[in-house]
Structure formats: structure tokens, C-alpha cells
């Protein structure tokens, strides 16, 4: 059975940090594109960061650029989002995906797998 499990969400203040992890099992990840999109109450799911296979190209949403990063650990089937100065907007349930082959790695229609996802809430 294939699985993305994600952990490390919670409360934190407002300027606070946490660390996302998406562990994969049932098959390798390490060719895919993992994703980590985000869904608060009452909005779409919205793409946040994605990074490739190779590790050579990380991209993020223009919300979080310059207080998100992604890495991932290949030899683990792991992906990480370490959040850093935190703000109350990016309260949200945070899911990771994964894409064997896709086009736009930004849209969430085009990833394959999905975590069952992980709550963040920013506190003032």
C-alpha cells in the first residue's frame, strides 16, 4: 500500500517555526516531484512549495518565498517544509503529494499521491 504520512504540524505563535515531515512507504519517491500544498477552512487547496527529484529545483508560492523551505532526504522516502516566521494566513491543513511525471508542479491536479495531511495553526 502505497502511503504519504505527514507529522509535525501544531500551534504556534505568530513569528514561531515548525518542521514538516511526509515520510512515503509502499514504493521509492526518489524520482518523483514532492509537493506540499495547503487548504485553509472555507478556501481552495493551494499550492506552497515543490521540489524536484534531483533536489536542484525548489520553487515556492510568492506567500512563503523567503520563510519556507523544502528538502528532502531521497535515502528515507522523507520530504521536509521548515516553516519560519510564521503568520496567522498560513493557518491550514498542509499536505504533501508526490508526481511521478508532472507538468506543472504547481497544480494539484497534476500529483499522483497524497498525504492524509497535517494541521498549522499560527496563534497572535
Known amino acids: 500500500q502505497v502511503q504519504l504520512v505527514e507529522s509535525g504540524g501544531g500551534l504556534v505563535q505568530a513569528g514561531g517555526s515548525l518542521r514538516l515531515s511526509c515520510s512515503g512507504s509502499?514504493?521509492?519517491?526518489?524520482?518523483?516531484?514532492m509537493g506540499w500544498f495547503r487548504q485553509a477552512p472555507g478556501k481552495e487547496r493551494e499550492f506552497v512549495a515543490f521540489i524536484s527529484a534531483s533536489r536542484i529545483i525548489r520553487y515556492y508560492a510568492e506567500s512563503v518565498k523567503g520563510r519556507f523551505t523544502i528538502s528532502r532526504d531521497n535515502a528515507k522516502n522523507t520530504v521536509y517544509l521548515q516553516m519560519n516566521s510564521l503568520k496567522l494566513e498560513d493557518t491550514a491543513v498542509y499536505y504533501c503529494?508526490?508526481?511521478?511525471?508532472?507538468?506543472?508542479?504547481?497544480?494539484?491536479?497534476?500529483?499522483?499521491?497524497w498525504g492524509q495531511g497535517t494541521q498549522v495553526t499560527v496563534s497572535s
Open positions: 503529494a508526490a508526481s511521478p511525471g508532472a507538468t506543472d508542479r504547481t497544480r494539484a491536479s497534476e500529483y499522483m499521491y
Open positions: 509502499g514504493r521509492t519517491f526518489s524520482r518523483d516531484v
